[in-house]
């Protein structure tokens, strides 16, 4: 009988402090479990350090910590980060030229396969993200980029 043993499902998480210093440690600690996995940190570690930022800056809630959270199944690497602001949820929108911030869901949007938002318990939500271990092959489908994204919000150019 020839059984094939399941693929193992690889899980970290970790509580983090909702500050500039918490938001760095989750990017550090993700890339340091990705290369004890021996998987490559490009570009989760983006991603994380993007909805960290976004945790810290626009999920803080003084006394609540966020939790980032990575899993692999199969072929594909999960991110997400939960905070305690479920009544604030991002949307990725293209920003002014001249603003000096707002890009961090554009990023995640260019970097991911897929990225959205889930309301958990109150007043938490998760937002998360997915990127194939084998980019070769990833398919991106558009999404509406308030509930998940796929590269799509930059029109594509046409050359001739």
Known sequence: ??????????????????????????????????????LPSHPAEHIVAELAANAVTHGRVPGRDFRLTLYVVADTLRIEVTDTRGDRMPCAELPDGEAESGRGLVLVDALADKWGVAPGLSPRKTVWAEIRLDRSTAGRVPVDPCSGGTGRLFPQQRTR
């Open 1 to 38: 009988m020839n059984e094939e043993s399941p693929t193992p499902i690889r899980n970290f998480s970790v509580q983090l402090s909702p500050t500039p210093r918490g938001a760095r440690l989750a990017r550090l600690l993700a890339t340091e479990q990705l290369r004890a996995w021996d």
